[in-house]
């Protein structure tokens, strides 16, 4: 595997992410490896961290083990059954979908067009200093171009 490519999974049989044997949830770790993982289409081994519970179901899109002795009996499942290692890559790539550049850019528009906007336009009315709320309002609407160019980058991509 390329060390510059260190994030490509996708020629990798399993991905495992365990930190430690002893149940430690690791609540300030993201689940990169699990996504990456489910892009890739390989099933991912992984321990008890609160990310993967988060946006996943274990037995279901990944697995999380206890002991070196049930990750090494995962690995020797999957490598024997063939349909179950083919379930579990297509449950990941259906939860990839959920991580896609187009559904993440989407969730920012949402949320920008959406309550940020309309929290923004009611702060607006509260009769704040003109110079101040100038400024604000220029970078604002210089976000929302910004943002409003990204999102047709991401489309014309997407289509081609």
Same mark, same amino acid.
């Given at each position: ?28 770790? *993201? *689940? ?5 993982? !489910?892009?890739?289409?390989? *099933? ?13 179901? *274990? ?20 490598? #024997? ?5 083919? #379930?579990? =890559? ?16 989407? /969730? !920012? =528009? ?12 009611? !702060? ?7 110079? !101040? ?15 409003? /160019?990204?999102? #047709? ?8």
């Amino acid at each position: 595997m390329d060390p510059s490519n260190w994030n490509d999974f996708s020629g990798v049989d399993i991905v495992i992410g365990i930190r430690s044997f002893d149940g430690q949830t690791y609540d300030t770790k *993201p *689940p990169s490896k699990l996504i990456n993982a !489910w892009h890739a289409g390989t *099933p991912f081994v992984g321990g008890h961290d609160s990310a993967f519970k988060q946006i996943g179901t *274990p037995t279901e899109d990944y697995y999380v083990v206890t002991t070196q002795e049930e990750a090494c009996d995962v690995i020797a499942d999957l490598a #024997r059954n063939t349909s179950q290692y083919a #379930r579990i =890559v297509q449950k990941g790539f259906d939860q990839a979908k959920q991580y896609s550049r187009h559904a993440i850019a989407q /969730r !920012w =528009v949402d949320l920008l067009k959406g309550p940020i906007d309309i929290r923004y336009s009611q !702060w607006t009315k509260r009769g704040v200093c003109a110079s !101040w709320h100038a400024a604000v309002n220029a970078k604002y609407a210089y976000a929302r171009q910004e943002l409003g /160019r990204l999102w #047709r980058h991401l489309k014309k991509s997407q289509a081609s």
